[in-house]
């Protein structure tokens, strides 16, 4: 966490001890009646995945202004399970009172829009425009209070790259990988050349930052008509990134265990790095001191990820999570948060605070994380197109590349199997 953190905690408490005197008694679900008793004691469960910024002290600074309530904090082991319980139970019962999604999966979600809670509109302009417009039903309604966007840069390892005689400075390295994926993979064969060692840390993870950068991979944004298996520029990431695997990667699957050891074993030199991946960096690495951040990205700008929180409609405790989820991500929250996971802002307020701005990362050696992924989120021009069907067909596509990176299957057979999943599909 940087220092920083710490001269905001005041602020934060105070702003935790605002939303709930301006919203206690108020809020309700969808505008309803409901209100909230400041006195009655109350259990809030939220659930979420990955690393979200939520620390036991952010948590319990609200706990602290608001002392009827205790809150249950449950974090799903990845994404993927997460969304598993989300859909098996939305409507039903057995949801936390705030559910976090991610964007992949939101527009599954704004199927079953009428089964969440709508966010008050007056907080609707806390956030930037694509933010909301993703989670807005056709009615109008806003079903996602917004978290972090993913503004990508490039993580590497000083220590791997001075062993090939590589610069290790953030800005030599953010020159020396100026360019498109052709250069990223021309530096990386260069790396593996001079050490016999892995430059990047998997095919899938590489493939998520190219097909982020392209409008229409899977699905017709005009008809929703599934396009994936037919889409030439689908079909040339997939080559492009497992033709380098071949050579350059750890063939590790993202989010196993090898994986998350690799972080502390020098197992690969770089990673794309969007915000949220710092935190996930560092919890797995502490002892590891050479990790650094260079302000660049392979053809220009890419986002990965980003999230929401949701209150499902039929929880027992609906106004009462709506401000909790309010508090979670108003500016001075989502501050915090950047702070201690590099989750970083979607909130428009946030994004103009001079403490984001010259916000440093003490463990990836004072790295200038708020003005790098100020300028990264500043790069992006492509916000790709994520129909129904994305997340269901984007995971098959991992579980190919996995697939070809474990020797289960060369390319052309994963693919096979891929275009027959995705046959099916819809």
């Known amino acids: 966490m940087s220092s920083r953190a710490f001269r905001r905690s005041a602020i934060v408490a105070a702003a935790f001890g605002a939303s709930a005197l301006v919203l206690a008694g108020c809020s309700g679900s969808g505008g309803g009646s409901e209100t909230v008793n400041p006195d009655e004691p109350i259990t809030l469960t939220i659930s979420t995945f990955n690393d979200f910024g939520y620390t036991d002290a952010l948590l319990q600074q609200y706990m602290d202004e608001n002392p009827n309530v205790t809150i249950v904090h449950n974090i799903a082991a990845t994404s993927n399970d997460a969304r598993a319980n989300y859909f098996q139970k939305l409507g039903k019962t057995g949801l936390a009172d705030i559910e976090a ?133 689908v079909q040339d990431i997939y080559n492009a990134v497992l033709d380098a695997s071949s050579t350059q990667s750890a063939h590790l699957q993202q989010w196993g265990d090898d994986w998350f050891a690799g972080l502390a074993n020098g197992d690969y030199a770089t990673m794309l790095c969007p915000g949220w991946m710092l935190g996930v960096i560092s919890g797995n690495a502490p002892d590891v001191t050479t990790w650094n951040i260079a302000n660049v990205f392979p ?116 693919w096979d199997q891929w275009v027959s999943e995705v046959d099916l599909i819809g």
């Open 101 to 233: 999604i991610e964007v992949d999966w939101l527009p599954e979600v704004m199927q079953y829009a009428d089964l969440l809670a709508p966010v008050p509109a007056d907080l609707a302009s806390r956030w930037l425009d694509w933010k909301v417009e993703a989670a807005t039903d056709p009615d109008g309604n806003l079903i996602g209070y917004g978290t972090d966007i993913g503004p990508e840069a490039v993580c590497y390892r000083t220590d791997l790259l001075e062993a090939a005689g590589m610069p290790t400075d953030p800005d030599a390295v953010a020159e020396l990988l100026t360019g498109d994926w052709d250069t990223y993979f021309t530096v990386g064969q260069q790396y593996v050349d001079a050490t016999g060692k892995a430059w990047f840390d998997s095919a899938g993870a590489t493939y998520q930052g190219m097909i982020n950068q392209v409008e229409a991979t899977y699905e017709d944004p005009a008809t929703g008509e599934i396009i994936a298996t037919t889409n030439p520029e």
């Open 299 to 414: 053809g220009g700008g890419g986002n990965w990820g980003g999230s929401y929180l949701t209150v499902p409609a039929n929880g027992a405790n609906v106004a009462a999570a709506q401000q909790l989820a309010d508090s979670l991500t108003a500016p001075e929250q989502q501050i915090t948060a950047f702070e201690d996971a590099g989750t970083f802002p979607s909130q428009v307020d946030a994004l103009a605070d001079p403490i984001l701005l010259d916000s440093t990362n003490e463990y990836f050696n004072n790295a200038p994380v708020g003005s790098i992924f100020t300028d990264r989120a500043n790069a992006v021009d492509v916000v790709p197109f994520k129909g129904q069907y994305y997340f269901q067909i984007n995971d098959a596509m991992q579980q190919a590349l996995t697939r070809v990176e474990d020797g289960t299957q060369n390319p052309q057979q994963s």
